[in-house]
């Protein structure tokens, strides 16, 4: 219940013309009681001169007690009088036929013209209601720290932004203008029933509690099965992301057969719960329909018991069964809806689970924005854990403004760590980290990533223009800065030669490129950028050689007057650094420069050895050449 009451607060926005829709529902409702109160005078007007609407069913039948339709004077159907013509008896022809079926098709007009109304109404909110859910789901998610998307795959998170949503959307756009339609009717239907008679009426009480309570227990079954269904979905999801994500390596190990095979036993357990809910789905109509019979016999037994006592006008009776089907088809359309609903609040409840997530490093209001900073880095006693698996260990760093640092060491010695905590991607388990002074936790996390720029090993481009993704950052960039900024990066050349240019679409993730052309479309970008500080994690990683080379000259350039950070396996990249801090176990081990770590002869050297040790003579090749 909370859960939907959570949805029906997304309508706050849309009150006004949820209103309107909604008294155009009540008015459906007071319609078809209308439309079977024309039946009743129809009936009562085949045995009369002149009986106006309502009037009809006054007489009571002979020797019988007064029925509850004794007198309709004082009623909303008696009012009508003053505007509804007198109905002629049938002797005078058949003009009371035509009057009869005039109101009919004027009344059927009205109900239909108030059902679209309301219809459209419901569902054109309903529409809107989903986009601003959407819209904040998807906000919400581009603002979770770094760690949350380590737990939850992209699989499981696009399943939820579509899948789930589009669950709610059924709810949202159609299902609840269909329950508010169906229950309007239903409870005008019901009040007019016990109007016109109290005692047949009264075994609807009887009769209710037997059709609600399965309903509502299918309802209950339904929705666990439901947000089972939907948890193997996004699993199914995440090997079809991971799949299509990393086809050519796919392809490349000839491992079609067993990604078919991975994808057929998601397949396999998406479809139990899915099973399950078809079943308590397809329970729904027997139980209704079982349980309708059973009040048809106990009214028809009413109906006879009453009629044998002469305390029943037979003239309602018609009017009493089209109430009666009204009220039933009302209640089995409602316990279909149920059902959707339950799947819907299924759905539901996996989506506000993200909604409820703390955002990334949730800001205090107060707190002020970063003032340019001039580069001065300090990590002061920094640890740092992922989970109870620590990553780094006391670190005391401070780099001065303008000072190109390298940072290197083995696999998992916390390089990418460290720098991550700058930015704020983690924030450390203890100790601070400041830049020209100010704790970073300080100050507003815009303000701060607005002067980093970073130049990932992986590169992330989207599928769109070249001048775009350079332009990522600064969008309002002009394009010759944009052009300036490529060349800087090496990439002007090879852009130029490109079908469009700068406006040529490079496809998902760059792929319509090369690893070295989607690497120097990224340094351009965070060339353009122009940020006082700059992380190079691995930036050179997928460059040749000869590329390598030409892009150093674009490096120099773009490190003067900012603090660098350099992330590097390949020592020949970080030789020119002003320092080289060498990591082991999360913890700095050495620091210095290139030749002094090398005279020092510890971790720096052996690493530099290990990796240049192909790069000496062979004696044996010696020997031959000789």
């Given at each position: ?12 926005p ?5 209103a ?16 079977v ?5 129809l ?10 609407l ?31 013509p007198?109905?002629p ?10 009057r ?6 004027v ?13 459209y ?5 309903g529409?809107?209601?989903v ?9 919400q ?5 770094a ?11 696009m ?10 959307q ?8 269909e ?12 009040v ?42 996004a699993?199914l999801s ?14 490349a ?17 998406a ?32 109906v ?11 003239r ?5 069964l089209?109430?009666?089907?009204y ?7 409602l316990?279909?809806?149920?059902n ?14 993200i ?8 800001e ?36 001065p403004a303008g ?27 203890s100790g ?16 701060l ?22 332009a ?33 679409r490079i ?43 030409r ?28 320092r080289?801090i060498?990591?082991?176990?999360g ?10 770590l ?13 990796q ?15």
């Amino acid at each position: 219940m909370s859960d939907f009451l959570r949805l029906l607060r997304l309508y706050r926005p849309h009150l006004g013309r949820l209103a309107a829709a909604v008294a155009s529902l009540l008015l459906v409702g007071v319609l078809s009681v209308l439309l079977v109160s024309l039946m009743i005078s129809l009936m009562g007007a085949l045995g009369e001169e002149s009986a106006p609407l309502g009037a009809a069913v006054a007489a009571p039948v002979p020797g019988a007690p007064p029925v509850r339709l004794e007198t309709l004077k004082g009623d909303l159907l008696a009012r009508l009088q003053g505007w509804i013509p007198q109905m002629p008896a049938l002797e005078h022809g058949p003009g009371a036929f035509v009057r009869v079926g005039l109101w009919l098709l004027v009344l059927i007009f009205l109900k239909g013209a108030f059902e679209y109304v309301s219809s459209y109404g419901l569902r054109r909110i309903g529409l809107d209601v989903v986009l601003d859910l959407r819209d904040q789901l998807y906000d919400q998610v581009l603002r979770q720290p770094a760690r949350f998307f380590s737990l939850h795959s992209t699989g499981s998170l696009m399943s939820r932004i579509t899948g789930d949503v589009g669950r709610i959307q059924r709810i949202a756009s159609g299902d609840m203008a269909e329950m508010l339609r169906a229950g309007s009717i239903l409870i005008f239907q019901l009040v007019f029933v016990f109007y016109l008679h109290s005692d047949l009426s009264f075994v609807l009480l009887v009769i209710l509690p037997l059709v609600v309570w399965p309903i509502v227990l299918l309802g209950r079954k339904l929705k666990r099965a439901s947000r089972k269904s939907q948890e193997r979905m996004a699993e199914l999801s995440a090997v079809l992301n991971e799949t299509l994500g990393g086809v050519r390596v796919v392809k490349a190990f000839g491992a079609e057969k067993f990604e078919r095979g991975r994808f057929r036993k998601a397949l396999e357990r998406a479809q139990q719960p899915a099973i399950k809910a078809v079943k308590l789905n397809s329970l729904t109509t027997p139980v209704i329909d079982l349980a309708g019979a059973v009040a048809l016999v106990v009214f028809l037994i009413g109906v006879g018991w009453k009629a044998s006592l002469g305390q029943l006008d037979l003239r309602i009776l018609p009017g009493f069964l089209a109430s009666l089907a009204y009220l039933f088809l009302a209640a089995k359309r409602l316990a279909r809806l149920n059902n959707s609903m339950q799947q819907g609040l299924a759905a539901a409840r996996r989506v506000f689970s993200i909604l409820d997530l703390p955002p990334e490093c949730a800001e205090d209001p107060d707190l002020s924005d970063l003032p340019p900073v001039q580069g001065r880095v300090e990590f002061c006693n920094v640890h740092f854990a992922y989970g109870r698996c620590e990553a780094l260990r006391g670190i005391d760093l401070e780099v001065p403004a303008g000072q190109v640092v390298a940072l290197v060491g083995r696999s998992g010695a916390g390089k990418t760590t460290l720098m991550s905590l700058l930015p704020r991607f983690y924030d450390p388990t203890s100790g601070e980290v400041r830049l020209d002074g100010h704790d970073v936790r300080n100050v507003r996390l815009l303000s701060l990533r607005n002067q980093i720029s970073i130049v990932a090993q992986e590169t992330v481009l989207f599928d769109d223009t070249v001048r775009r993704n350079i332009a990522y950052a600064t969008p309002d960039a002009s394009m010759e800065r944009i052009e300036e900024a490529a060349r800087a990066a090496c990439a002007d050349e090879f852009i130029r030669a490109l079908p469009e240019g700068y406006e040529t679409r490079i496809g998902e993730g760059g792929s319509r490129l090369s690893a070295g052309q989607r690497q120097r479309l990224s340094i351009a970008r965070a060339i353009l950028r122009d940020a006082p500080i700059l992380i190079l994690d691995e930036a050179t990683a997928a460059l040749d050689a000869e590329s390598e080379a030409r892009i150093q000259e674009a490096f120099e350039n773009l490190m003067r007057k900012r603090t660098v950070f350099v992330i590097a396996h390949r020592l020949s990249t970080v030789r020119r650094a002003d320092r080289i801090i060498v990591l082991d176990g999360g913890r700095i081990v050495e620091s210095g420069t290139h030749s002094e770590l090398l005279s020092k002869g510890r971790l720096y050297r052996r690493l530099h050895e290990l990796q240049f040790r192909d790069d000496r003579p062979d004696p044996g090749l010696e020997r031959m050449a000789q």
